[in-house]
Every structure is written in structure tokens, then in C-alpha cells.
Nanobody, 125 residues
Framework: QVQLVESGGGLVQAGGSLRLSCVAS????????MAWYRQALGKQRESVAR???????TYAGSVKGRFTISRDDAKSTMYLQMDSLKPEDTAVYYC???????????????????WGRGTQVTISS
């Protein structure tokens, strides 16, 4: 009844920019922290950025100063503005939330540890 859908990935040259979006669909009531992860081919999934409900942000050292995470709770959407992209940023990017509250019939329920299916980002040198 709820899902996370990423979009905005693609192929760009090094130095370029992309803006990823993650939309939580369904009858969303509230969402906890939201985060972006990425997984490059043959590597483990790694944390990229996180934004708390109060707007506090944290970034991996490798993207700090180049990526900006934001959220619009009215739209149940999270964004990742990626600038000065490098070939090493190539990966599948996933959004994740530790919990979401949503309406189901006349009650509210929680979904925990929710992940999107990912969007491919490819940076050419």
C-alpha cells in the first residue's frame, strides 16, 4: 500500500549535475528520517546522505560539499542534488526510510525499513 519510488538518474559527463527524487506514495501520514544510499557494481551499499525529520543533514565524506539532500514533507518527497559529479559517483542510488506512518482503512499503520528499487546514475569521464 506504500512504496518509495526513485527517479532522476541518468548518464552525465563528469562535472555535471543530476537531481534525484524519492517519492513515498500511498496515504502517507508521516515519515521518519530519510536517506540516500548507493551501490556501485561489485561494491557494498554505502550511505550517501541522511536528513532527519527536523531537517538536520549528514553526508558521507566523499560527497560533502557536492551533494545536497532535502525533503518536502507536504509532498512526501526527498531530493538529492548532485553537483560536480565524478566517475566514482557511478552507482545505483536507493532511498530508504526507517519508518513511515500511513493510513489503511480507518486506522494507521507503520512500515519499517523501507527501500526503493533504485535509480541508475552513470558518470562518464
Amino acid at each position: 500500500q506504500v512504496q518509495l519510488v526513485e527517479s532522476g538518474g541518468g548518464l552525465v559527463q563528469a562535472g555535471g549535475s543530476l537531481r534525484l527524487s524519492c517519492v513515498a506514495s500511498g496515504r502517507i501520514v508521516s515519515i521518519g528520517d530519510m536517506a540516500w544510499y548507493r551501490q556501485a557494481l561489485g561494491k557494498q551499499r554505502e550511505s550517501v546522505a541522511r536528513i532527519a525529520r527536523n531537517g538536520t543533514t549528514t553526508y558521507a565524506g566523499s560527497v560533502k560539499g557536492r551533494f545536497t539532500i532535502s525533503r518536502d514533507d507536504a509532498k512526501s518527497t526527498m531530493y538529492l542534488q548532485m553537483d560536480s559529479l565524478k566517475p566514482e559517483d557511478t552507482a545505483v542510488y536507493y532511498c530508504s526510510v526507517p519508518w513511515m506512518e500511513y493510513s489503511s482503512g480507518s486506522s494507521t499503520r507503520y512500515a519499517y525499513d523501507f527501500w526503493g528499487r533504485g535509480t541508475q546514475v552513470t558518470i562518464s569521464s
